[in-house]
């Protein structure tokens, strides 16, 4: 068991700037050897899998994901949410602490693990809070998350206010040398906006969020990363102006970095005021990557639709082109969903009132290939770099390479593979996503994580 030989794929592990059609083989759970070696050494008995015709590569890792365990397990469990990863390509996944309780004490990363161990398809590596029960007001015992195991931490969902108290996070994880991600969010900037303020936040009458609300708080992590020598990581960046903050930071080598989600560099702001509208003006550029076949019907969804709220909110044209520019100049180096489950009960109220967040673990993979490689803005060893070593590297993750040796968590995918994302296919328990409907172009077909399959479509593989 555990052993597998996946033959004729591209293989390509930008961790080792590998790029070829290849035999990759693994053995008891881990990558045996690739390319002619990988085929004289697979014995005749261990079974293998034709990928020809598909890329190979590192298991895909998101670093941000709430899997809603403890306390909130009506809208997501451990089980559902790596079911739903396995399905979306993905091998390891970083929850966010904000769960009820957070996860600010060793106790709950143990139980976490504890749970991931019995229930988790995938692997689960834990995130610990900034600040007790994330409430920005006193710091958690970052030493003992440390000891505990999380990878970073975060107050994700929220936002640590108070300078002087993220500038001693800071301080502090550096000592224990864990990244700190935050959710960059001024809450007197923001106050109760629930959608981007610009044109469409009056023409909808909706409280809007400025950009400045996020950019603010970059820029104070950006300082306090120079002051405190700590990594800085910014989540799920939104605004234009948070990427020409990063861009001008990383030129003077400081340790910051960014994360970016499809959403914010798919959709916009006009989104809100219905499917119509959208199509007529910010959408007309996904056109020719998503509308191959001019009988395709373009998704449909009504005005106000609240799986259209999410923190931070959809922004402008403007700053989703800035956010794709970011990603192809490598300002922003790691992809992820922020996946983010939430029951229909609570999403179907008044867009004022439904609680902030998309699912997402199950497009994130097509998105980015549509947006980034069919729109020829990323090559795709780039776009897997994204998605594997890159994370890999912040969090100090023996992950998201196919060295020799390295645990045989894989990704096989069709970069091609036209597909339609129907509310009813997903595995995760909540269906707030704002892509059904849509027509997608690229999947996942295999997801192994340590040489076990954990997913397979099986469609698109003949065991031979
Ligand atoms: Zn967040």
């Not at 834990?126 to 409430?135: D, E, F, L, P, S």
Request: net charge negative; glycine share 8%; aromatic share 6%.
């Amino acid at each position: 068991m555990n052993s597998l030989l996946l033959t004729g794929g591209r293989v390509i592990d930008p961790a080792n700037h590998l790029d070829s059609v290849a035999d990759l083989l693994i053995l008891n759970g881990k990558i045996a050897a690739v390319g002619a070696d990988a085929t004289k050494r697979a014995s005749p008995e261990i079974e293998r899998l034709d990928v020809s015709g598909l890329v190979v590569c590192p298991g895909l890792i998101d670093l941000h994901v709430h899997l809603r365990e403890p306390g909130q397990t009506p809208k997501e469990t451990i089980a559902t949410g790596t079911t739903a990863a396995a399905r979306g390509g993905f091998t390891s996944l970083v929850c966010m602490p904000n769960t009820s309780p957070a996860i600010d004490n060793a106790g709950t990363v143990a139980l976490i693990h504890e749970r991931a161990a019995r229930a988790g398809l995938v692997n689960l590596f834990v995130a610990g809070a900034i600040t007790k029960n994330i409430a920005g007001e006193e710091l958690a015992s970052i030493g003992s998350l440390q000891r505990a195991g999380v990878v970073a931490i975060t107050d994700d969902g929220h936002c640590v206010q108070n300078n002087e108290l993220m500038r001693r996070a800071l301080e502090y994880a550096k000592m224990f040398d864990l990244p700190v991600m935050d959710h960059c969010q001024d809450y007197s900037l923001v106050t109760q906006g629930v959608m981007h303020e610009g044109y469409w936040s009056t023409a909808l009458g909706l409280q809007g969020w400025p950009a400045a609300g996020e950019e603010m708080i970059v820029a104070r992590n950006i300082l306090l990363a120079e002051l405190t020598g700590a990594r800085v990581h910014c989540q799920h960046l939104s605004a234009a102006g948070s990427v020409e903050l990063l861009r001008a930071a990383k030129k003077r080598g400081l340790p910051i970095s960014g994360e970016a989600c499809p959403h914010h560099f798919t959709l916009t702001d006009a989104a809100v005021a219905g499917s119509e509208k959208f199509w007529a003006a910010d959408g007309n550029l996904l056109l020719s990557t998503l509308n191959p076949q001019p009988s395709t019907k373009l998704p449909e969804w009504p005005a106000y639709d609240t799986n259209f709220k999410m923190n931070p909110p959809l922004r402008s044209a403007r700053d989703r082109s800035a956010i794709l520019a970011g990603l192809a100049d490598g300002t922003i180096e790691i992809l992820c969903s922020d996946h983010a489950p939430h029951c229909d009960f609570e999403k179907e109220v008044e867009f004022d009132y439904a609680p902030f967040g998309i699912t997402g673990l199950e497009t994130e993979l097509a998105l980015s290939l549509m947006q980034l490689y069919h729109a020829k803005r990323l090559e795709l060893p780039d776009l897997i770099a994204k998605f594997t070593i890159a994370p890999a590297k912040l969090l100090r993750l023996a992950k998201g390479t196919l060295s020799v040796g390295a645990d045989a968590d894989v990704t096989v995918f069709d970069p091609d593979r036209e597909w339609l994302f129907e509310r009813g296919q997903t595995a995760s328990k909540s269906f707030n996503s704002p892509f059904h409907g849509w027509p997608l172009k690229g999947r996942a077909v295999a997801t192994i994580v340590s040489g076990n399959k954990v997913w397979i479509e099986q469609s698109e593989l003949a065991a031979v």
